[in-house]
């Protein structure tokens, strides 16, 4: 069983930061790529950003190229997302994701494990 932890969600105003980070563990564990998707009240989930285990290739939707930057730290199977310069239309949901495969990193069909979210709320 593999399991995705989230932390770092919280309340921070608008134009400020937070850091996202994601936890893996379980059995033995090789992930071809990592990311994030969030969901606002009301919306569909979205994809945010992922970043390919091996060579590190970071993939962004377009309303957070500029303002959030996914990392990863192979040795501790831990991803980041800081977030920056943060609008209120950023709050949501953020979910960890881990796929084993490569393909459209933007859809959630790719992957298959899942984290229970953290909560992002920016105040405006």
């Known amino acids: 069983q593999v399991q995705l932890i989230e932390s770092g969600g919280g309340l921070v105003q608008a134009g400020g930061s937070l850091r996202l980070s994601c936890a893996a563990s379980?059995?033995?564990?090789?992930?071809?790529?990592m990311g994030w998707f969030r969901q606002a009240p009301g919306k569909e989930r979205e994809f945010v950003a992922t970043?390919?285990?091996?060579?590190?290739?970071?993939y962004y939707a377009d309303s957070v190229k500029g303002r959030f930057t996914i990392s990863r730290d192979n040795a501790k199977n831990t991803v980041s997302l800081q977030m920056d310069s943060l609008k209120s239309e950023d709050t949501g949901a953020y979910y960890c994701?881990?796929?084993?495969?490569?393909?459209?990193?933007?859809?959630?069909?790719?992957?298959?494990?899942w984290g229970q979210g953290t909560q992002v709320t920016v105040s405006s």
């Open positions: 970043i390919t285990w091996s060579g590190g290739r970071t």
């Open positions: 379980g059995r033995t564990f090789r992930a071809y790529a």
């Open positions: 994701a881990a796929a084993t495969r490569g393909g459209a990193y933007y859809s959630q069909s790719l992957y298959d494990y």
